[in-house]
């Protein structure tokens, strides 16, 4: 996976490359089924989907620190070139954390039988959880995410397994960005 991490006017950006095992239309058809794409994204989960607006939660965990976004996204789609993309923003009640942000993801054939989503993120956090903006954190995390991402949608477009419903976040994910980062260069 490759990243590229930016930004302006107080807002961070990420581009990332998600590689897929499963042909482009395949693909570009279950990430077009909102319902069935978003439990591949850990912590996330659709409350409400009319049309292209979506209300939503998403679960975080770093280290203390847990939250629980609440919040609205409007979505839109263009088939003819396998593109998607999102804007939105949410709240998180209970530590007074906000975020607001958008992404634009496209399907690229990469073989007969694998693909690649280019996705680029745009985001800006307000609150205890900004103090976990810093690039190379949020770089590690969204690789991790991505990652992740990728297993649960590989395995909804198989039906080899449900995607993971658990929250980003916790122990597991600090660990292994420290192992990532200790052990990268063996």
Known sequence: MAASVGGSAGSTSIEERVPVAAPAEQVWSTLSDLQRVVPCVPGAEITSLDGEDLVGKVR???GPIKVAFNGQAKVG????KREG???GRGRDAGQGSSAEGSARWTVIDDGAS???IAVVLSWKLSGPLAQFNRAGLVQDVVRRLAATF???LEAAITGAAPPRRKA???LGLIWSIIRARLFSGL
């Open 77 to 80: 789609m263009d088939p003819a």
């Open 150 to 152: 990728a297993e649960n």
């Open 114 to 116: 694998a693909s690649v």
């Open 60 to 62: 975080v965990s770093l």
């Open 85 to 87: 993309w999102l804007t």
């Open 168 to 170: 980003l976040g916790g």
